[in-house]
């Protein structure tokens, strides 16, 4: 499912749409489409939308509203590293909290009310386990800031156009 909605279906899409002649920035908006139905489908089976879905959909509402306003495609894909890079430092400032927040997305994901998260939460009490969770909260951290950093020079350095430019 991750490989039809998230990664390939989109880059087919938005391909198929630009060899078609459309605009890079409505090809990207439409192509933003299909991880938006993936989410959807998640949430109905799941029967409840979760915290990483609620993120996702959230970026591509931005970017679905950057691009069709500024009608410029380098700077609706530039948009997704803002979500990459809120994360990043969501995690690094959680590691001054009591429980940093890969730990609470651990228990999140596993099902707050379910045994395995109240495991999770009892096993909280032991050092080693949390300084486990403080590591990788930094390695998750650190590598969102790189992901943010990467997508930005990628987004610059490609072809479609000045950065503050008309449409391409």
Known sequence: MILVFDLGGPLLAYSLLRSAGMSAVAALVLSGVLPALGIGISALADRRLDVIGIVVLAGLLVGTLLGLTSHNARLYLLEGSVPSAVFALGCLLSLRLRRPLIFRLAVE???PDTRKAHDVTSAWRYPGFRRAFRMITVA?????????????????TT??????SAPS
């Open 140 to 156: 998750w951290g650190a590598g969102y800031l790189v992901e943010a950093a990467i997508r930005v020079a990628i987004v610059v």
């Open 159 to 164: 072809s479609t156009g000045s950065l503050w």
């Open 109 to 111: 994901l596993l099902g």
